[in-house]
């Protein structure tokens, strides 16, 4: 199997370390050779997340280059726009619909983009969600990003009963009922 690369894109808090767990766990129990690597920029304080997941027959190293994503998954819109130009031409950008804004737009040297979204819709396959809302129906907003996470899981080689299955192995044993239920709003959604 041709190597797939997958990035996760958010900003710190959000959810893409657990993200990219259960994508690492996914991948290495259907028996791929796994390379993630994780990027923190001032994580702990609102700052930039990058995790890269590849998966295939033999992966030699983690990092994605540019132009070679075939999912992007963007926790947040601004992110999402910062890192398009990974996605392969015929890659999918998995947007929440979220804005958090960066230091420079909260002290007021820079304003927040406007239509980012309908932007990146101009020059890439799009799918966006507002999972913050669709995590008030489940039930906890926490588990917004398993939401995302299932809409992405669309575009990808397991089925819904993998992805659960590895859910449940992943998170914390009191939260698998809730990021099962998030994962199959997306999934299904």
């Known amino acids: 199997m041709e190597t797939k690369n997958i990035m996760i894109v958010g900003v710190g808090g959000q959810g893409t370390l657990l993200t990219s767990r259960i994508l690492g766990g996914i991948t290495t129990k259907a028996g791929y050779d ?45 992110e999402a726009m910062r890192y398009a130009h990974f996605l392969k031409k015929d890659g999918v950008l998995i947007v929440n619909d979220q804005e958090i ?51 992405a899981a669309r575009s990808m080689d397991f089925t819904k009963e993998q992805w659960l299955e590895v859910i449940a192995e ?5 939260t698998i009922e809730i990021n099962q239920k998030a994962f199959i709003a997306g999934y299904e959604g």
């Not at 932007?119 to 995302?148: P, Q, S």
């Open 34 to 78: 796994v390379k993630l690597s994780e990027v923190h920029g001032m994580a702990q304080r609102g700052g930039s997340v990058v995790t890269y997941v590849r998966y295939g027959d033999k992966v030699n190293e983690p990092i994605v280059e540019e132009g070679q994503a075939d999912v992007l998954i963007a926790f947040e819109k601004l």
């Open 101 to 151: 804004a960066p230091m420079t737009v909260v002290t007021g040297s820079e304003t927040y983009p406007e239509n980012i979204i309908e932007e990146l819709k101009k020059n890439h396959k799009v799918i966006d969600i507002d999972a913050m809302a669709k995590a008030k129906e489940v039930g906890n907003t926490r588990c917004f990003n398993v939401i995302i996470l299932g809409v």
């Open 170 to 174: 992943k998170v914390p044993p009191k």
